[in-house]
């Protein structure tokens, strides 16, 4: 089912022509984790991102377009980066493409991360900054032969990946 309540204003894709843009790769963590006029509790979030002072520090350096690094729901902890005492900062490796990282939310995980993307996505688009999401569909999260299996392999193994003799997925 999906929710249609969110009031997007009218909102329509920004007239930017290509040959104009100014695009700025950023990490939604990262970008606003230390701006000091960012608010603590908005720090590494969507509402960090739509955040007055983000907008206008990228409006200041000319920007018409953030790339954002993956905003896809990801697995935080994997077992090869626990081994190795690391955690997954980037996001890739998503489990869920459509659902926005309830990491990366202010407002709650129970879907207000959803709302909460979408009015960065609103804000930055008034603010004449046009999104654009970085996917990488072949980082999933189920990792490698040995698993986990979560949802791409599971559904149909042979339509998602290069499968070798054995039927596992080569990554």
């Known amino acids: 089912m999906i929710d249609e309540s ?24 990262g970008f ?3 701006h000091p006029k960012i608010p ?7 509402g960090g991102l739509a955040h007055p002072d983000a907008i206008s520090h990228l409006q200041n350096l000319g920007i018409t377009a953030v790339e954002l690094l993956p ?7 994997q077992g090869h980066l626990i081994d190795k005492g690391l955690a997954n900062y980037w996001g890739y490796d998503s489990l869920g493409y459509f659902a926005p990282h309830s990491g990366y939310s202010a407002s709650g995980t129970k879907g207000q991360q959803v709302t909460e993307f979408k009015n960065m996505v609103k804000t930055l688009h008034k603010a004449g900054i046009e999104v654009i999401l970085d996917v990488v569909y072949n980082h999933t999260g189920e990792g490698n032969h ?17 499968v070798d003799k054995k039927n596992f997925a080569i990554m």
């Open 6 to 29: 969110f009031n997007w204003e009218e909102d329509i894709l920004l007239p930017h022509p290509w040959h104009k843009i100014i695009i700025y790769e950023t990490h939604i963590k």
């Open 32 to 34: 606003t984790k230390k």
């Open 40 to 46: 603590q509790n908005l720090r590494e979030t969507y």
């Open 71 to 77: 905003v896809h729901h990801f697995f935080v902890q």
């Open 146 to 162: 040995l698993g986990p299996i979560l949802f791409l392999r599971g559904i149909d193994n042979r339509a998602y990946y290069r």
